[in-house]
């Protein structure tokens, strides 16, 4: 193997762990993890009408519906992404509570055509596995890493990663081309890589 292919076959590897690790919870342990995410205060103020992006969850991910719902009673707009052909970034477009979706790549949920296009102040994001860096190995296709960069050069976005703790590892094997979260939640603490800190879920309680 290349030295240049060294980091696709790391994170292939990684990435299989941590999902192996993720579906290993119970629904139980998945629910009162999402549950302690939820009831903490939010760890980044907004304003009101500031566009939150989350994501429909599959499988075993973090699921940030309740969450989402939260922000949106606290005066949140929601977004929901819309996955394109492989090597763009994701479109979010509008959503809101009731709104229809419709069934995109792989069966996810998304908005329908005519909601408009959006782009988020703060993004909440899916992830295979991360480190305290902020690094976060996703799926692969990189859909993720494109949308937080081309949001950032339009204009400031918080990427906050949500998961489960057992997600955690050591280090990712970052390239120039990842896009580093700003925080991550989990269910055993609120992790600010802005401030180079992790803030223990006693704080909150």
Not at 27 to 40: F, G, P, S
Not at 114 to 143: S, T
Request: hydrophobic share 45%; proline share 9%.
């Amino acid at each position: 193997m290349s030295p240049a292919n060294q980091p696709n076959a790391d994170k292939a590897a990684l990435r299989a762990a941590a999902l192996a690790r993720r579906d290993a919870l119970s629904a139980a342990e998945r629910v009162a993890a999402v549950e302690t995410v939820t009831r903490r205060p939010f760890p980044v103020a907004f304003e009101q009408g500031a566009i939150v992006s989350g994501y429909s969850p599959m499988r075993s991910e973090f699921n940030p519906v309740p969450l989402m719902r939260k922000l949106a009673d606290a005066g949140a707009r929601l977004a929901l992404p819309v996955t394109p052909k492989r090597g763009n970034p994701l479109i979010m477009r509008a959503w809101a509570f009731g709104d229809e979706l419709a069934s995109g790549v792989w069966g996810i949920r998304e908005p329908r055509p005519e909601a408009p296009e959006v782009f988020p102040d703060i993004m909440l994001v899916p992830l295979a596995c991360f480190d305290r860096k902020g690094h976060r190995i996703g799926y692969g296709a990189g859909y993720y890493d494109m949308t937080i960069a081309r949001i950032r050069a339009m204009k400031p976005v918080t990427a906050i990663g949500l998961a489960f703790s057992v997600q955690e590892i050591e280090r990712v094997p970052a390239t120039p081309f990842d896009q580093a979260l700003d925080l991550v939640l989990t269910e055993a603490e609120t992790i600010d890589m802005r401030q180079g800190a992790a803030v223990a879920d006693s704080v909150h309680r």
